[in-house]
């Protein structure tokens, strides 16, 4: 199936601090990427659809200003964490929509792992 | 009332043992339905999608009831490789993805 990495796959930061996590479509290009978050023996909740060149959607609760989303390229999707805390501690997972699988597929990175001191 | 409820476990079984697991949906409107299959502290991975009609991988059978908004899962022939949550997900709009929280499985010798 097709590859979406994610990088890096954990960081520890300091509270206040900004941290950036990159999401990459390897051998497709996706149009549309998401990103989850997933706090501990919770589902995953989609945080915001990101288009390619154009500004991302966010869902209902979620932040815009805090969680930076850059959709630059066709294989690259970005999100900032800005300022974070420790209650953004949790784990964030990226998916893109495409590849061989049809339009119905959403296939998933491996997750970053934040835990903000 | 959550958009998919699923139950959350443990179900502990032996090896060999047939189990299922049922998820039920909310939203009428949904589209496309899917199970995956998530292990600990990693990424969901697809195991199937679930159609009206049914379908079947291996050990694995998955049904679709429109009318009931009801979704199931039958392992049979369990394996400790099995052992892992199991999650059900359905897609309500435009490739927006609902996940449950998953019900865990644990496979025992």
């Known amino acids: 199936g097709a590859v979406v990495s994610q990088h890096p796959s954990w960081v520890i930061c300091k509270s206040g601090t900004s941290v950036k996590i990159e999401c990459r479509s390897l051998d497709f290009q996706a149009t549309t990427m998401f990103w989850y978050r997933q706090f501990p023996k919770q589902s995953l909740m989609l945080m915001a659809t990101?288009?390619?060149?154009?500004?991302?959607?966010?869902e209902q609760g979620v932040e815009k200003d805090k969680f930076l989303i850059n959709h630059a390229s066709l294989t690259l999707s970005t999100l900032t964490v800005t300022s974070a805390h420790p209650e953004d501690s949790s784990f964030y997972i990226c998916?893109?929509?495409?590849?061989?699988?049809?339009?119905?597929?959403?296939?998933f990175g491996p997750g970053t792992r934040l835990t903000v001191l | 009332r959550k958009e998919v409820e699923q139950d959350p476990g443990p179900f502990n079984v032996p090896e060999g043992a047939t189990v299922a697991f049922n998820c039920t949906y909310s939203?009428?409107?949904?589209?496309?339905f899917f199970w995956y299959r998530q292990d600990c502290r990693k990424e969901p991975k697809l195991l199937m999608s679930v159609y009206s009609s049914g379908n079947e991988d291996g050990r694995f059978t998955a049904q679709l009831n429109r009318a009931s908004q009801y979704i199931s899962l039958l392992i049979r022939d369990s394996k400790l490789s099995d052992s892992a949550t199991y999650l059900c997900?359905?897609?309500?709009?435009?490739?927006?993805?609902?996940f449950g929280t998953g019900t865990r499985l644990l496979v025992s010798p």
């Open positions: 998916s893109a929509h495409g590849g061989r699988g049809g339009t119905d597929t959403q296939y």
């Open positions: 990101s288009n390619e060149g154009s500004k991302a959607t966010y």
């Open positions: 997900v359905v897609n309500i709009s435009f490739q927006k993805l609902v």
């Open positions: 939203n009428s409107a949904s589209q496309s």
